[in-house]
């Protein structure tokens, strides 16, 4: 998703922040028991804390006692799939200086030897210098030691033709794709619906969500093939998610809204006050606190 990740004094702002929005204040704009809580979910892991897609943002949503976490993930020239956002890694890495003469340093322009290279954690912070961008492989295996659950997103697919069946592969081999992951910790999802039919026809068991906000003349359409509709949060109205839950995806379950990226407690108390059943944010302990999670 686009929403970037908030700087890490911002972060330390946000964190006084929340420290000073107790969750009982935050619960009492709501009628008790008016809304289920919704899930909070770290996106591209606890990324206001640590540097976004990387194995320490996992760990530092793991701290926090954040039980999903989103990530993004695209493939590199040779065909290995890492975990990074922007299609270059000019952002978040120091391509720039490792490799200067291979502007505009394209992600599918790299193999993953060379990408292995690069530090994703110095332009964060002094203290996760050295941090990688790391692999499906490498972040699947972290994500299950610490007992968590990942909404993954493929990012711009139309870069990468075939990369359902790359990311399938891999869910494969690293066994998330056995019965307990399926049903309870894995959600593909995408901006491309095209890209989220793949999935749904590759693998129909799988849960899925499509991010963007239909219109809700449009919802029944998306419904024959995902699970979830995932939209921005300053696109979102309770009128829009009862649209939404009042149809059922393709598993025949209330479809779901999963929102983002929300980084404060009174926009976390808004939308769960609109009915979400999650939320996507880069401080999820604040909306963890102020939602009652």
């Known amino acids: 998703m686009y929403a970037r990740t908030v700087p890490a004094a911002a972060a330390a702002l946000l964190s006084a922040t929340a420290l000073l929005l107790p969750g009982s204040a935050a619960q009492a704009a709501a009628p008790a028991g008016q809304h289920d809580a ?24 793991d701290r926090m006692g954040i039980d999903w976490v989103e990530n993004d993930v695209q493939r590199t020239r040779d065909g290995e799939l890492v975990v990074v956002h922007d299609d270059s890694l000019a952002r978040t890495t120091d391509v720039e200086q490792v490799f200067p003469g291979r502007s505009p340093w394209k992600v599918k322009d790299f193999t993953a030897a060379e990408i292995a290279k690069l530090d994703a954690g110095s332009w964060f912070g002094h203290a996760y210098a050295g941090a990688r961008v790391p692999t499906l492989k490498q972040y699947l295996n972290r994500v299950d030691r610490n007992h968590q659950k990942l909404l993954l997103e493929i ?18 081999q690293e066994g998330w794709l056995s019965r307990h992951h399926v049903r309870h910790s894995l959600v593909i999802q995408s901006f491309g619906a095209d890209s989220v039919k793949e999935v749904h026809r590759q693998r129909p068991d799988l849960t899925t969500g499509f991010l963007g906000t239909p219109a809700v003349a449009e919802l029944p359409a998306y419904a024959e093939f995902t699970d979830q509709i995932n939209p921005t949060h300053t696109s979102l109205t ?16 209330k479809l779901r809204v999963n929102t983002w990226t929300v980084n404060d407690a009174a926009g976390a108390v808004r939308v769960r006050d609109f009915g979400v059943d999650g939320i996507i944010s880069n401080t999820p302990d604040v909306v963890q606190e102020a939602v009652g999670s």
């Open 155 to 172: 990012k711009v697919p139309a870069l990468y033709p075939g990369i359902e069946r790359d990311a399938l592969r891999v869910l494969r």
């Open 238 to 253: 309770a009128d829009y998610v009862d649209a939404v839950h009042r149809l059922k995806g393709v598993h025949g379950k």
């Open 38 to 61: 919704p899930a909070v979910i770290a996106h591209r892991g606890a990324s206001a804390y640590a540097p976004e897609n990387t194995l320490a943002a996992v760990d530092a949503a």
